[in-house]
């Protein structure tokens, strides 16, 4: 399985804020974001494996800027990293006030997918090859951020995470 670049998976979705998708006090709803994002992210990790995805996991996701009514959001997604069957997407959000000329950054995350074969079950990947700098350190991160998600989820003992160990106690283990 041949191994393909960060680029090869970059994703722009492009979305307006229209009225049925904020709430009262006229901001983007949270979970029409996430559902946004959560699209945008698949269609970038199906694009890294040809495969069918389905989400794995969500990480916190926060919110820094307010996405008002009549924002045009751009969202940027493009495979971090990828394991045996799994593969890390980054997303980053921005919203622009096309009359105003202003452009934010409100949010960014990382995505976990699974792929599936044909008959549902879990398949391989083909590995992530960094060709920036920028990728490098995603990919790098990728492992730390994977053992973290794994613990939070009781699938792994804090204890057999080295990669997090060595980033809080150094050569000390």
Same mark, same amino acid.
């Given at each position: 399985m041949?191994?393909?670049t960060p680029k #090869?998976?970059?994703t722009i979705m492009n979305e307006l804020v229209l009225p049925n998708d904020t709430n009262t006090l006229h901001n983007l709803m949270?979970?029409?974001l996430l559902h946004w994002m959560d699209i945008a992210a698949a269609i970038s990790a199906q694009k890294h494996c040809n495969r069918i995805v389905v989400t794995a996991s969500v990480d916190n996701v926060s919110f820094k800027q307010p996405i008002k009514l009549g924002d045009v959001i751009t969202i940027e997604a493009q /495979?971090?990293?990828a394991f045996n069957t799994s593969l890390e997407v980054r997303l980053? /959000?921005?919203?622009e006030n096309i009359p105003s000329g202003t452009r934010i950054k409100?949010? #960014?995350a990382f995505y976990t997918f699974v792929a599936l074969d044909q008959d549902g079950r879990t398949t391989p990947v083909p590995e992530v090859i960094p060709d920036t700098i920028e990728d490098m350190v995603l990919y790098e991160g990728a492992l730390r951020r994977r053992q973290l998600r794994l613990i939070l989820a009781g699938k792994m003992k804090p204890n057999d995470a080295? #990669?997090?160990k060595a980033l809080f106690f150094g050569d000390e283990q």
């Open positions: 041949k191994g393909k #090869e998976s970059h949270g979970g029409r /495979v971090s990293r980053d /959000v921005w919203a409100s949010n #960014e080295t #990669e997090l």
